[in-house]
Nanobody, 121 residues
Framework: QLQLAESGGGLVQAGGSLRLSCAAS????????VAWFRQAPGKGREGVSC????????YYIDSAKGRFTISRDNAKNTVYLQMNSLKPEDTAVYYC??????????????WGQGTQVTVSS
């Protein structure tokens, strides 16, 4: 059974950077497409980025393009989300999710517990 654990969140000033990690256990993350979602206070969960199993396909929401980079190190069973030029509106709990598929999907059966990202103005 795949288990996911996020880390790397924290408090950062606007314009700063954070790198989130999604570490997998119990299965080979390289067999899964992986996505990052976020949920801000009082708002619904939204997909931020995803990466295909081979890392050949990546996707970003418009607000993340040019600022966030998703990557994976299958040897370390880990997916990363590098977030630069952070804005207060990026404040949210960030979750990683995975599905045993080649490409990104709309829904994911496996989820981590989330990591808080807070960007101060």
């Amino acid at each position: 059974q795949l288990q996911l654990a996020e880390s790397g969140g924290g408090l950062v000033q606007a314009g700063g950077s954070l790198r989130l990690s999604c570490a997998a256990s119990g299965a080979t993350l390289g067999d899964y497409a992986v996505a990052w979602f976020r949920q801000a206070p009082g708002k619904g969960r939204e997909g931020v980025s995803c990466i295909s199993r081979s890392a050949g396909v990546t996707y970003y929401i418009d607000s993340a393009k040019g600022r966030f980079t998703i990557s994976r190190d299958n040897a370390k069973n880990t997916v990363y989300l590098q977030m630069n030029s952070l804005k207060p509106e990026d404040t949210a709990v960030y979750y990683c999710a995975a599905i045993k598929a080649f490409n990104c999907q709309l829904t994911y059966p496996y989820w981590g517990q989330g990591t808080q990202v807070t960007v101060s103005s």
